[in-house]
């Protein structure tokens, strides 16, 4: 079974940093895209970052200059550093990735992190 495993949510100051982690388990071929999806509070889940295994990575305008997303394809990984944190940033972060197994290639959701930013 496949399952995605985050890390590294929490609660930031204004201006501080927060690095997110994902980690890819069980069993598959391989992985096509990973990222990071958020959902604040009453609002529509939105992409914030994604990468493909080739290393074309897209940021949301709201992140560019602020987040940096990385891949370890080794360790089936994908990093979201987050630099000069918002209070608008404060949101559960979903990892996301498109796996390709035996049934062919299927999208999968990690269960959130909480991002707060407040002082």
């Known amino acids: 079974q496949v399952q995605l495993v985050e890390s590294g949510g929490g609660l930031v100051q204004p201006g501080g940093s927060l690095r997110l982690s994902c980690a890819a388990s069980?069993?598959?071929?391989?992985?096509?895209?990973m990222g990071w999806y958020r959902q604040a509070p009453g609002k529509e889940r939105e992409l914030v970052a994604r990468t493909t295994r080739g290393g074309t990575t897209n940021y949301a305008d709201a992140v560019k200059g602020r987040f940096t997303l990385s891949r370890d394809n080794a360790k089936n990984t994908v990093y979201l550093q987050m630099n000069s944190l918002k209070p608008e940033d404060t949101a559960v972060y979903y990892c996301?990735?498109?796996?390709?197994?035996?049934?062919?290639?299927?999208?999968?959701w990690g269960k959130g992190t909480l991002v707060t930013v407040s002082s």
């Open positions: 069980g069993t598959f071929f391989s992985i096509n895209t």
């Open positions: 996301n990735a498109e796996i390709v197994g035996g049934q062919g290639a299927m999208l999968y």
